[in-house]
């Protein structure tokens, strides 16, 4: 056999074995999202809203960065183990609570009053070691019904560098591909602001899967509905309250006794949009006050211990469970590198802000 | 005695399962942390499967520290033998440390160490947000280096097979052929 041919048998098996090992290593970097086109992952989403902060806030959640550690404790009125065996819900538990109240949007320094959108996040710790994670916010139902319309937002509302102001027409091109956040706008637009934190209802928006002790699942969303009446803030009041107007309310109030909301489950019926967060149920639905929330004091996010918690609604105890919402499935993922980001941030020293001790505010 | 020429049953059905194991746990690792539709199911596999990768490494290392595995062919070049020494090592090492390390992890960032809905083992390591940053990139970083090595060995076994044919592919992927007994006609 000439040299040739036996060099050739001896390369076709070497070719065979690069072939596979380039196949699987493609396939691991398509499957990381890494190569293959422009695909939608966590990384992509995170980094686009990223982009729309306009600058970087190292150590700060990547959205809703200005808020405040709440801790408290969530007392279950037993209502709610109808609908779920999650022992927190059982009557007379009594959970501790760590939260955070934030407003929206990526800066850690924006005047609170101003803030459209509010929320309140719990980690509630069952004695059992289970927990319940809650982000909720105050508006009644999610601007967008897929994260393919949440990335659309977050890429159309960023500020043209000529204007400062989101350029009219991706937003009215935003508006085209999903029409849904025409509901949206029209509730930021008309629905009155709360002057307070405190006399704010936060919703999960999105619905979860609730199973009872006989097995049984039904479809819940959930509202934290505050035990101080609503009370309205004109747009002049707003204009001129301080950049810290929420958080010293805050302090002001707590100073005066704790503050309450009680947790109020709703409860979806056959042919409600139970995986789709942008459509509100009808207000006839049924409603079971499941416990009281109690919160008594609060400290600055910089020291506080609610800073390093990734608030991430799809942690749930064993008797609550995530709904197929993609939106909820998103909102997991995307917190996730959030986190993560800001947590190496930290550790790494690159965050003085975010880790400033003794700031008591 | 003499050296054996393969591997015994109980180490090669561990490699071949946890083969498997491995590189879907790697695959669903990458995929978990990018994917924003099906991180829910990939997470809830992930945990399980990774303290299922942990137990059986212990029962796969208990195995090869009291059965020596069959000596490498006596030809094969000095680096290429360190090598595999080397390699074979650090899978061992890195089957062991990944599930340990997101354990780990998990507990120093507060978040439960679910295996199913109802069961969750207890943190192994303390609340710690900078103890949480090192092991989050020390578990994703060495994950890459458990997937080049992965492939590395996949590569040195198939050059094992099909180029250099010197018995160290069959020596995991199937028994010892019965001594010349077989052959011998009944009597």
Redesign the interface.
């Known amino acids: 056999m000439s040299a040739f041919h036996s060099r050739l048998r001896r390369a076709w098996p070497l070719a065979a074995i690069a072939a596979i090992a380039a196949a699987l290593a493609g396939a691991f970097a398509w499957t990381a999202g890494w190569v293959g086109g422009p695909r939608l992952t966590a990384q992509r989403f995170t980094d686009a809203i990223e982009a729309g902060n306009g600058k970087a806030y190292p150590g700060f959640r990547r959205a809703h960065a200005k808020g405040v550690c709440v801790t408290g404790r969530f007392t279950g009125s037993g209502d709610g183990a109808a609908l779920t065996r999650a022992g927190m819900l059982a009557p007379g538990a009594t959970t501790p609570v760590l939260g955070r109240l934030s407003i929206a949007g990526g800066d850690p320094h924006a005047p609170d009053a101003t803030a459209r959108v509010r929320s309140m996040a719990l980690l509630l710790t069952g004695t059992d070691g289970q927990q319940w994670r809650m982000a909720m916010n105050n508006f009644p139902f999610f601007a967008v019904n897929t994260p393919q319309g949440f990335y659309d937002q977050a890429m159309a509302s960023r500020p043209d560098p000529a204007t400062g102001k989101p350029d009219p027409a991706k937003m009215a091109e935003l508006l085209r591909k999903h029409p849904e956040i025409a509901k949206f706008q029209q509730w930021a637009k008309t629905a009155p602001w709360p002057d307070s934190w405190a006399n704010t209802q936060f919703n999960s928006v999105n619905a979860f899967r609730f199973t009872d002790a006989a097995g049984n699942v039904r479809s819940v969303r959930w509202s934290m509905r505050p035990r101080l009446a609503f009370a309205a803030m004109e747009k002049s009041l707003r204009e001129d309250a301080e950049a810290d107007y929420l958080a010293d309310d805050l302090r002001a109030r707590l100073a005066d006794g704790p503050l309450r909301w009680d947790l109020v489950l709703t409860v979806a019926e056959p042919g409600d949009a139970v995986d789709d967060p942008s459509q509100a149920w009808p207000s006839n639905r049924r409603q079971v006050v499941a416990g009281t929330l109690e919160l008594d004091a609060t400290q600055a996010q910089a020291g506080g211990a609610c800073r390093d918690v990734n608030y991430d609604p799809t942690v749930l105890p064993d008797g609550i469970a995530p709904s197929d919402d993609p939106v909820l499935a998103a909102r997991a993922g995307v917190y996730s590198q959030s986190y993560n980001r800001r947590e190496r941030e930290i550790a790494r020293d690159q965050a003085p802000e975010a880790t400033v001790q003794g700031d008591t505010r | 005695m003499n050296a054996p020429t393969h591997f015994n049953p109980l180490a090669r059905t561990l490699h071949w399962t946890m083969a498997a194991m491995i590189v879907a746990m790697?695959?669903v690792g990458?995929?978990m942390?990018?994917?924003?539709?099906?991180?829910?199911w990939l997470i809830a596999l992930h945990r399980p499967l990774g303290i299922a990768i942990l137990l059986l490494a212990l029962l796969r290392l208990g195995n090869r520290l009291r059965h020596a595995p069959p000596p490498l062919p006596a030809d094969l070049p000095r680096w290429q033998a360190l090598a595999a020494h080397a390699s074979h090592w650090l899978l061992y090492a890195l089957m062991l440390a990944m599930p340990l390390l997101g354990w780990a992890m998990l507990s120093a960032?507060?978040?439960?160490v679910q295996m199913t809905?109802?069961l969750?083992l207890?943190p192994i390591a303390p609340r710690d947000?900078?103890l949480?940053?090192?092991l989050?990139?020390a578990h994703g970083w060495l994950a890459y280096a458990l997937?080049a090595i992965v492939?590395a060995h996949?590569?040195a076994a198939?050059?094992h097979a099909?180029?250099r044919r010197d018995g160290v592919f069959p020596s995991m992927a199937r028994g010892a052929r019965r001594p010349a007994t077989e052959e011998t006609p009944l009597e």
């Open positions: 790697l695959f990458v995929a942390v990018a994917s924003i539709s099906q991180r829910e960032g507060g978040f439960p809905p109802a969750q207890p947000p900078l949480y940053a090192g989050r990139s997937f492939l996949l590569s198939l050059l099909w180029v």
